[in-house]
Structure formats: C-alpha cells, structure tokens
C-alpha cells in the first residue's frame, strides 16, 4: 500500500510539475514579441512545435517510426490554403478543412501501415508519402513548384483581423497552446498509459485482452490530425502551401527535432523545434553549410545525450535536486 501511495504521489508532482513548466512556457511566449522577438520567427517555431508534437505522440508514445508524416502537414496546408483563397471560405473553417482532410488520409494511410511492425511500417509510410508528393506536383490545384500564394488569411470569426501581425501571432499561441494541452491530457490518459504499454511489450499487452492495432491506429490518426493543424496554420501565417511540406526532407526534419529535443518526453519536441528553426533563420547566411552544422549538431547529440536535451535534464535534475536537499538537510542538523 506504501508503494502504491508513493506512486501515485510521484505521478501528481509530475502533472503538477508539467503544468507549472506549461504555464511558464505560455506566459514567456506571450510576452517574446515585447521583448524584441521576431513575432514571425515564433509562428514558425510554434508551427513545427506543433508538428514535432504530434510526431512525438506516435513515435515516443506509441513506438511507431513514421517516414512519411509530411504528407499530413503539407496536405493541410493545401487544403487550407485552396479553402482560403479559392473556396473564400474564413480562416477558422479553412483550418478545420485541412485538419480533417489530414485526419481522413491519417485514417486511410494507418489501416494500411499498422499491418507491419518496424522498418516495414515506415518504408510504407515513406512510399505513400512520395505518392502523394509526386500527386501534388501533378495536380493542377497546387500549383506545382510554384504553389498556392498569396492565401489570404481573413478575418477569424469574422471580428479579429488576422492581417495584424500581433493578432496572428496570438492567434497561433492560442492553437498551439490549446493543442499542446491535448497531447498531454492524451499522454496522462488511460489511452496514453495503454499505448506505452504497447510500446514497451506489444505481446504483454494482447495478452491483458487489449486491441493493440486499434490504439495503434487511433494514435496514428490523432497525431495525423495534429500535423494537419499544424499544416493549416502554417499556411494561413506565411500565406503559402509549397512542395517543400510534402517532400521527404520535412519528414526526416521532424524526426531530427523529435531525437533532438528528446523523444518520448513532453517538452521535448518543442525544443527541438525551436532550435533547428533558430538555427536555421541565424545561420541562413551560410548558404548549404547550415545542413551539415545541424547534421554535426544532431549527430553529437545523439552520441553524448542519448536521451535527447530534454530526456538529459529530466534525468539530472532530479538527482541534483535530492543532493541538494540531503546537503540542506544535513546542514540544518
């Protein structure tokens, strides 16, 4: 009984210690644009925040190596962005759109793929992602390498105008906020706890009478929809939907944000966004060395912080923080 109460006490200072880390996270990006930060940098690194998120929620959750989880942002992004300019539709409803067209071939393209485990499950992935980037060069609707340009973003519910930039970036705050409080509320669930534990033993957990394909499904279609928020919101804030979504290069880019930043914890994928977007708009001036820097940069991480910027902190803190109290207890004696 001891140790049931003990992890049940260790579980509420960890959602209590994710909530505070939330609160100061939103609080610090809602003043950044009065303290001298680019508001648009910030879109941008919400945006593959997002997008990181979501890939998180199925390869550090749920175990499964997607190579193809551009297809999902990009196709949000052209279905936004040919709602918002073609179709007239507002901003809030061309968002929808994209998320649901990225929630309807999440659905089709994982019923496919959860029927092999492994490298077979992301060689799947990857080839259906370059079937549909080579659609959307062809298809006439996109543009082709051009793109869908000069997406207007309209008034949101038809009162705030999305056209000022502190209003966009607000607006993005709150998406990104209110999606990131999902992906945690998933990941404390009985749904995420299921999911780990298919994660760690997949046999153990048939074994205990769970459907494993159909959680690995709905975890493959909830983070599909997340990426194809991620997409739509993308296009609304830049006003553009490029190939540059769909191609294979954003899908390795997410997962590099995902190791980088720490796959498997929360706080994470948000770091990582962050910095291969930091480092990417500083380091533009160097031309095509800023793909081998991050290259350096992720493979050293990978061999000094396993476990990612976050997974290190995480797992140094809390042996620093009971020295520490050891150190003050003993002092007080």
Same mark, same amino acid.
């Given at each position: 009984m001891a140790a049931i109460a003990e992890a049940a006490a260790v579980r509420a200072a960890s959602r209590n210690g994710v909530f505070v880390a939330t609160l100061v996270m939103t609080v610090l990006l809602a003043i950044a644009p009065f303290a001298g930060v680019y508001p648009v940098f910030i879109m941008k690194a919400l945006c593959f925040a997002l997008f990181a998120c979501a890939f998180n929620l199925l390869l550090g959750f749920g175990g499964l190596l997607s190579f193809g989880h551009a297809m999902f942002l990009g196709t949000a992004g052209y279905v936004c962005a040919q709602a918002a300019k073609v179709w007239g539709l507002s901003p809030e409803v061309a968002i929808l759109a994209g998320t649901a067209s990225s929630a309807a071939l999440g659905t089709l393209v994982g019923a496919l793929a959860i029927r092999r485990q492994g490298i077979y499950f992301a060689m799947i992935t990857l080839a259906i992602a370059q079937m549909m980037y080579f659609f959307y060069v062809q298809a006439p609707f996109t543009h082709g390498?051009?793109?869908?340009?000069?997406?207007?973003?309209?008034?949101?519910?038809?009162?705030?105008?999305?056209?000022?930039?502190?209003?966009?970036?607000?607006?993005?705050?709150?998406?990104?906020?209110?999606? =990131?409080?999902?992906?945690?509320?998933?990941?404390?669930?009985?749904?995420?706890?299921?999911?780990?534990?298919?994660?760690?033993?997949?046999?153990?957990?048939?074994?205990?009478?769970?459907?494993?394909?159909?959680?690995?499904?709905?975890? =493959?279609?909830?983070?599909?929809?997340?990426?194809?928020?991620?997409?739509?919101?993308?296009?609304?804030?830049?006003?553009?939907?490029?190939?540059?979504?769909?191609?294979?290069?954003?899908?390795?880019?997410?997962?590099?944000?995902?190791?980088?930043?720490?796959?498997?914890?929360? =706080?994470?994928?948000?770091?990582?966004? =962050?910095?291969?977007?930091?480092?990417?708009?500083?380091?533009?001036?160097?031309?095509?060395?800023?793909?081998?820097?991050?290259?350096?940069?992720?493979?050293?991480?990978?061999?000094?912080?396993?476990?990612?910027?976050?997974?290190?902190?995480?797992?140094?803190?809390?042996?620093?923080?009971?020295?520490?109290?050891?150190?003050?207890?003993?002092?007080?004696?």
């Open positions: 390498e051009d793109g869908i340009q000069a997406v207007p973003r309209g008034h949101l519910f038809g009162v705030i105008d999305l056209a000022d930039p502190l209003a966009m970036y607000y607006t993005v705050l709150v998406v990104f906020v209110a999606a =990131f409080a999902l992906i945690v509320r998933i990941i404390h669930s009985p749904f995420g706890q299921v999911l780990k534990a298919i994660r760690e033993n997949e046999p153990r957990a048939v074994s205990l009478g769970y459907d494993a394909d159909r959680y690995k499904l709905l975890a =493959f279609v909830l983070s599909a929809t997340l990426a194809g928020l991620a997409g739509a919101l993308k296009a609304i804030v830049f006003q553009l939907a490029a190939l540059t979504d769909v191609y294979w290069t954003m899908s390795g880019e997410v997962v590099l944000m995902t190791l980088l930043g720490g796959m498997g914890t929360i =706080f994470g994928p948000v770091v990582g966004a =962050f910095l291969i977007v930091a480092l990417e708009n500083y380091l533009a001036g160097l031309g095509e060395w800023v793909t081998i820097i991050t290259g350096i940069i992720f493979v050293v991480c990978v061999l000094a912080f396993r476990r990612g910027i976050v997974g290190e902190l995480a797992a140094i803190v809390p042996g620093w923080w009971r020295a520490a109290s050891a150190w003050w207890a003993a002092r007080r004696r």
